[in-house]
């Protein structure tokens, strides 16, 4: 996690130093998303990309992204997608094993890529997050695929 925050520090930086508003407003930081060291209702929205689909208890960690936006805001989850038609995923599952990690291999980054296939496995399907957004915390939520299935977005409105 480290060099990525080391990576998106020195992007913001380069932004700023070009004249770009917004970017010295972002502080970067390592931090456990399953406990989150902000108080409640601290955001007006909250994203997460590519994540939730990595941590231990995706409903728990829909529990705590919960807790820091305020009532009525949006959280939004981006992340590949167990997609439920068959064709899709396949064609996803194939990419993997035949395009993406054979050129991760050749670039040495084997470690980092081997685990996707599985850990879209185990990721819940749509309907299943909405389910469990609206177990764990939210009045509302809606799943979309992206990209003919491939990715998809969780967005949910907390109570």
Do not use: H
């Not at 689909?53 to 409903?59: G, M």
């Not at 167990?82 to 996803?92: C, E, I, P």
């Not at 395009?99 to 996707?116: D, K, M, N, Q, S």
């Amino acid at each position: 996690a480290r060099p990525m925050l080391q990576y998106a520090a020195a992007k913001s930086s380069r932004i700023q130093s070009k004249g770009a508003k917004g970017a010295a407003d972002i502080s970067w930081l390592k931090g456990d998303a399953m406990k989150l060291p902000f108080g409640d209702d601290q955001f007006d929205g909250v994203t997460v990309g590519y994540g939730l689909r990595n941590v231990a208890s995706p409903a728990d960690c829909l529990k705590e992204l919960g807790r820091v936006v305020k009532p009525g805001r949006k959280v939004v989850v981006l992340d590949f997608n167990n997609a439920q038609n068959q064709l899709v995923r396949a064609f996803q599952f194939f990419c993997l094993q035949n395009i993406v990690v054979p050129v991760a291999t050749l670039l040495g980054a084997r470690e980092e890529y081997t685990y996707l296939k599985p850990s879209i496995q185990r990721y819940p399907k749509g309907d299943a997050l909405v389910s469990m957004a609206l177990q764990n915390g939210f009045k509302d939520a809606e799943f979309t695929p992206i990209a003919g299935g491939l990715m998809g977005m969780l967005v949910a409105t907390a109570v």
